[in-house]
């Protein structure tokens, strides 16, 4: 159910969202390199910009407001119902039985989600240049594939990953603080969105630093 819950029931907004970064990014891409007569490296800003960057990233703050919101808010709820004193009641960790299987789903599902997104970002990027300017299917699929390198995806999978880790945490570190009161999981929703963009913007510095130095 969490795995559904993360991944398959994203599906809808990812696309939309993956589609139109990738327009935004075909549109100001191929105004400003016309300039210099090289609008065909659109295809590579397009698809490296996509695998590496935009699509871990949008895809970890849309799953932050609709996945991570609803962890802090499930948790929340549970706590207020005394549902969370009952398994510690029964002797059962509430970690390994609620926060473990939300972390280990996101951390599956973000980088799954991430390497469609960048697909469906080119797709959008691809059709913004065969038809509104007027660049050749042939010479868009032949200049991504040349752009593309295997470390663009493992690097965009990375970074998936570990915001993924970023987002559960936060939802479900907001989840079990929260208070025993109706207010206090509206509270421990809105904090754990919050929490969780700040933890992937850090993380994102990070590592984009680190893959710079390491020639990633």
């Known amino acids: 159910v969490a795995i559904q819950e993360a991944g398959a029931e994203s599906l809808p907004i990812v696309s939309l969202i993956s589609f139109l970064i990738g327009m935004i990014f075909a549109f100001v891409g191929v105004r400003q390199l016309e300039q210099f007569g090289a609008g065909i490296y659109v295809a590579d800003l397009v698809a490296v910009a996509m695998v590496r960057e935009m699509a871990p990233i949008m895809t970890a703050i849309i799953m932050a407001g609709r996945t991570g919101a609803a962890y802090a808010a499930g948790l929340g709820t549970m706590k207020v119902n005394e549902e969370i004193d009952a398994f510690r009641t029964l002797g059962i960790s509430p970690v390994d039985f609620l926060v473990l299987p939300r972390m280990l789903a996101l951390m599956l599902m973000v980088p799954l989600l991430t390497l469609y997104s960048g697909f469906v970002g080119m797709f959008a990027g691809l059709l913004v240049s065969i038809t509104i300017f007027d660049i050749s299917l042939f010479e868009?699929?032949?200049?991504?594939?040349?752009?593309?390198?295997?470390?663009?995806?493992?690097?965009?999978?990375?970074?998936?990953?570990?915001?993924?880790?970023?987002?559960?945490f936060a939802g479900c570190l907001r989840g079990m603080q929260c208070g025993r009161s109706a207010e206090a999981v509206g509270e421990a929703a809105t904090s754990a969105v919050v929490t969780g963009i700040l933890l992937i913007t850090i993380a994102a510095s990070v590592m984009t630093i680190v893959y710079y130095q390491l020639d990633i």
């Open 140 to 168: 868009y699929y032949n200049e991504t594939l040349r752009a593309l390198e295997l470390k663009h995806f493992w690097v965009g999978l990375s970074k998936g990953t570990v915001y993924g880790a970023m987002v559960a």
